[in-house]
């Protein structure tokens, strides 16, 4: 059986459990987070560890949950109810988080939070359309977690915030370039191939290969992303 994306384990629930939560798209998204809080003036820890918790629960879980409970995306084999509890359970863990940096932080923390939800939510279920095309997808997991990560410690959004937030956005559509032919490839097509012919020379690249082309380069760029947030934070 083909798997449906280069990280999924299939054959097992605990793989499907590993695949529904798309490691390292998850740990992309909440590098974003990280990248944020770490070019703010200050750093606060404790608010950066409740930070990232909020999305891995909201976006990593919860939204991953409803998505594939919307469409099967990844063929699980998880049942209906089991989707739900992860679903809203996810979301309920984040907002609990929510609260609680309400009351320490700000009361925009819930504001934040909504914002949050609707944009995980109606990701998962294609509404409104515009979540589903790339400026929409790269604007609420590219810019939004890192203008989060840093409002969260200065409560302000500054011209540098934006820009950084600009930068996360294109590398989010880069994702997206890459990953949604690779997608489509591996989850609607059994086999392809691809001919190269130039002068006397001829040259076949099968599936595997054509494959490599998008997603060797999906990984390299969750690596890099993952350690450039790594370092901001180290430095700091």
Do not use: C
């Not at 609680?100 to 914002?115: E, K, R």
């Not at 997206?176 to 020379?201: H, M």
């Amino acid at each position: 059986m083909k798997r449906p994306a280069f990280y999924a384990p299939i054959g097992t629930t605990a793989g499907d459990l590993v695949a529904l939560l798309h490691p390292p798209y998850t740990a992309w998204n909440l590098s974003h987070v990280a990248i944020g809080a770490a070019v703010a003036p200050d750093l606060d820890g404790l608010v950066l560890a409740g930070t990232l918790v909020a999305f891995l629960f909201g976006l990593g879980i919860g939204a991953h949950a409803f998505d594939e409970l919307h469409s099967r995306p990844l063929r699980t084999t998880l049942s209906r109810r089991t989707l739900y509890g992860l679903g809203f359970g996810g979301m309920l863990a984040a907002s609990v988080v929510a609260v609680v940096g309400m009351n320490l932080i700000s009361p925009w923390v819930l504001a934040w939070a909504v914002a949050g939800i609707a944009l995980a939510t109606g990701y998962a279920f294609e509404w409104p359309h515009f979540l589903h095309t790339p400026l929409g997808f790269a604007l609420a997991w590219g810019a939004f977690p890192t203008l989060v990560g840093y409002w969260a410690q200065t409560q302000t959004v500054g011209l540098g915030a934006l820009m950084v937030a600009a930068a996360m956005t294109l590398l989010s559509l880069t994702q997206r370039a890459l990953s949604t032919p690779a997608r489509r490839l591996r989850r609607a097509f059994d086999q392809a191939e691809l001919t190269l012919q130039g002068g006397s020379s001829t040259e076949t690249w099968d599936q595997t290969k054509v494959l490599a082309t998008w997603e060797v380069p999906l990984k390299l760029l969750s690596g890099a992303v993952i350690a450039l947030a790594i370092a901001l934070l180290l430095v700091r």
